[in-house]
């Protein structure tokens, strides 16, 4: 599985930007979706998954209300919508994959996706 992160850039405290993660390669129809960031000095950290199959989602508590998880089967791609941004949003995003299961535990997800740099300036 071969994950392609898209989206990111710079914007101001309170705007809004829409990552995507393509996928190609082997797919599974149960496979889990999942998007992390990692700011500077900090660990990687969860902020959604979603189910390719059902689209139930998961959401870390700071970004519940804020960010958005939703696929395109169609286009085996996966998308973040954030809106609302805050500073502390700024880190590097990535996508992540796994066979099945919604889970946060990045330690769980097997393929990763290269990142995409979100900074928001306050």
């Known amino acids: 599985v071969q994950l392609q992160a898209s989206g990111g850039g710079l914007v101001q405290a309170g705007d809004s930007l829409r990552l995507s993660c393509a996928a190609s390669?082997?797919?599974?129809?149960?496979?889990?979706m999942g998007w992390f960031r990692q700011a500077p000095g900090k660990e990687r950290e969860f902020v959604a998954a979603?189910?390719?199959?059902?689209?139930?989602?998961y959401y870390a508590d700071s970004v519940t209300g804020r960010f958005t998880i939703s696929r395109d089967n169609a286009l085996n791609t996966v998308y973040l919508q954030m809106n609302s941004l805050k500073a502390e949003d700024t880190a590097v995003y990535y996508c992540?994959?796994?066979?099945?299961?919604?889970?946060?535990?990045?330690?769980?997800?097997?393929?990763w996706g290269q990142g995409t740099q979100v900074t928001v300036s306050s």
């Open positions: 992540a994959a796994r066979r099945a299961g919604v889970t946060g535990n990045r330690a769980l997800y097997d393929y």
């Open positions: 390669g082997r797919t599974f129809s149960s496979a889990v």
């Open positions: 979603i189910s390719w199959s059902v689209g139930s989602t």
